[in-house]
């Protein structure tokens, strides 16, 4: 597993609620109960923090067994 350690989960869900575009390439949020990863500027709704993880490549992402979100195609 690639958690990332050093930013706080609290500031990424943050940032990933803003649709902080400054975020896409580097983190990509994994979420639990959709089983999709997204960058953080995906115009979809976004989930509850509980329900978020956050990875820092897509390979990371396919390797827990998500799968790429059709609406922000966060391996493009
Ligand atoms: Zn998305």
Redesign the pocket.
């Known amino acids: 597993m690639e958690q990332l350690a050093d930013q706080s989960a609290t500031d990424l869900y943050a940032a990933f609620v803003a649709r902080d575009r400054r975020f896409d390439g580097h983190v990509f949020?994994a979420v639990t109960s959709t089983g999709?990863?997204?960058?953080f500027s995906?115009?979809?709704r976004k989930p509850l923090s509980k329900n978020v993880r956050f990875l820092d490549s897509a390979a990371a992402c396919r390797a827990e067994g998500f799968r790429?979100?059709?609406?922000?195609?966060?391996d493009a």
């Not at 790429?68 to 966060?74: D, E, I, L, V, W």
Request: charge should be positive; charged fraction near 20%; proline fraction near 13%.
């Open positions: 949020a999709i990863y997204c960058r995906c115009p979809a790429a979100c059709k609406r922000c195609t966060p």
